[in-house]
């Protein structure tokens, strides 16, 4: 197809005679219009990516192989672009499906004015192209779109409008044709690396919770909850009298009263108590008798 620019609607098809294509993405910009972004996916004939170097977006811009790229955005009198490029006829057979891809970021493509693609050959007159194609979201709540396909048929190339749209973004598409998500960030914007992960406090458990407050809180010792020993009292502070049942304060063992020095009495003056002097034994006399105990009477 040659010297002509084909308007296409959603599931037609035309061959393309070009070595090479620039996919165009044009929308009309605007107060909440959310960011778009192309992108490309090299497809085996599994219909998935052979690694996930065979997908090009703006944080990998270009293929291992140089034979697709991902380009500057621009903007021009009849809107934003963002661009693809990929050289088909270089293409190894392994590929046999190119699919071109948007996405938006900061809403859904409803909100996206006079989205089109247009394609270009790479090594022909720039001003006119081979193919638009208008793409109209089929809900207006998708963030990412298959715009469109190229692929091999009857030793050539064709393109096919597709239209088909994903709520779950880049993410989804991409998973959708086999991309392992955890290996490539397409979650980060165009043209910049890909933002720290600022650490965020996490929802805690309620037990967690606790726990955590309780490590900050200060060590009070033991309370009075049965089984746990009351605190010693202050010095001068008498302590309420514990309920029954609850382990009763220990006082501290008095210290055994000062016993005084021994004192002696003085001479002649015994002391009450103290042991009396003994006196020289007398001579131990009967104390007189009766008559009736006296011998001959």
Same mark, same amino acid.
């Given at each position: 197809?040659?010297?002509?620019?084909?308007?296409?609607?959603?599931?037609?098809?035309?061959?393309? *005679?070009?070595?090479?294509?620039?996919?165009?993405?044009?929308?009309?910009?605007?107060?909440?219009?959310?960011?778009?972004?192309?992108?490309?996916?090299?497809?085996?004939?599994?219909? %998935?990516? /052979?690694?996930?170097? +065979?997908?090009?977006?703006?944080?990998?811009?270009?293929?291992?192989?140089?034979?697709?790229?991902?380009? =500057?955005?621009? %903007?021009?009198?009849?809107?934003?672009?963002?661009?693809?490029?990929?050289?088909?006829?270089?293409?190894?057979?392994?590929? *046999? /499906?190119?699919?071109?891809?948007?996405?938006? +970021?900061? @809403?859904?493509? /409803?909100?996206?004015? +006079?989205?089109?693609?247009?394609?270009?050959?790479?090594?022909?007159?720039?001003?006119?192209?081979?193919?638009?194609?208008?793409?109209?979201?089929?809900?207006?709540?998708?963030?990412?779109?298959?715009?469109?396909?190229?692929? /091999?048929?009857?030793?050539?190339?064709?393109?096919?409008?597709?239209? $088909?749209?994903?709520?779950?973004?880049?993410?989804?598409?991409?998973?959708?044709?086999?991309?392992?998500?955890? +290996?490539? *960030?397409? *979650?980060?914007?165009?043209?910049?690396?890909?933002?720290?992960?600022?650490?965020?406090?996490? =929802?805690?458990?309620?037990?967690?919770?606790?726990?955590?407050?309780?490590?900050?809180?200060?060590?009070? @010792?033991?309370?009075?909850?049965?089984?746990?020993?009351?605190?010693?009292?202050? %010095?001068?502070?008498?302590?309420? $009298?514990?309920?029954?049942?609850?382990?009763?304060?220990?006082?501290?063992?008095?210290?055994?009263?000062?016993?005084?020095?021994?004192?002696?009495? $003085?001479?002649?003056?015994?002391?009450?108590?103290?042991? $009396?002097?003994?006196?020289?034994?007398?001579?131990?006399?009967?104390?007189?008798?009766?008559?009736?105990?006296? =011998? @001959?009477?």
């Amino acid at each position: 197809m040659t010297g002509m620019t084909h308007a296409m609607v959603k599931g037609s098809n035309v061959p393309l *005679d070009a070595a090479g294509i620039r996919a165009v993405l044009r929308w009309s910009p605007g107060t909440g219009t959310p960011d778009v972004d192309a992108s490309v996916l090299l497809l085996g004939r599994d219909g %998935r990516v /052979r690694s996930d170097a +065979d997908f090009v977006f703006y944080n990998e811009p270009r293929h291992p192989s140089g034979l697709a790229r991902h380009l =500057p955005k621009k %903007r021009g009198p009849e809107g934003l672009t963002d661009t693809v490029e990929v050289d088909l006829a270089a293409l190894d057979s392994g590929v *046999d /499906r190119v699919v071109i891809a948007a996405s938006c +970021d900061g @809403g859904p493509f /409803r909100l996206v004015r +006079d989205l089109c693609v247009l394609l270009y050959a790479t090594s022909g007159p720039q001003h006119s192209p081979l193919v638009t194609f208008e793409v109209r979201p089929d809900t207006g709540g998708e963030t990412a779109l298959n715009c469109g396909e190229l692929y /091999r048929k009857d030793g050539g190339w064709k393109f096919r409008a597709v239209g $088909q749209g994903y709520t779950t973004g880049l993410v989804g598409l991409a998973t959708e044709f086999g991309i392992t998500v955890d +290996d490539v *960030d397409v *979650d980060a914007g165009p043209d910049r690396a890909a933002p720290q992960q600022t650490s965020q406090p996490q =929802p805690q458990s309620q037990t967690a919770a606790m726990e955590a407050t309780r490590a900050h809180q200060p060590d009070l @010792g033991p309370t009075s909850a049965y089984g746990y020993p009351l605190p010693a009292p202050a %010095r001068g502070h008498v302590p309420a $009298q514990p309920a029954y049942g609850y382990p009763q304060p220990v006082a501290s063992v008095p210290a055994p009263p000062t016993v005084p020095p021994h004192q002696q009495p $003085q001479p002649g003056y015994p002391a009450y108590g103290y042991p $009396q002097p003994v006196g020289a034994a007398a001579a131990f006399t009967l104390p007189p008798q009766g008559p009736q105990f006296q =011998p @001959g009477r």
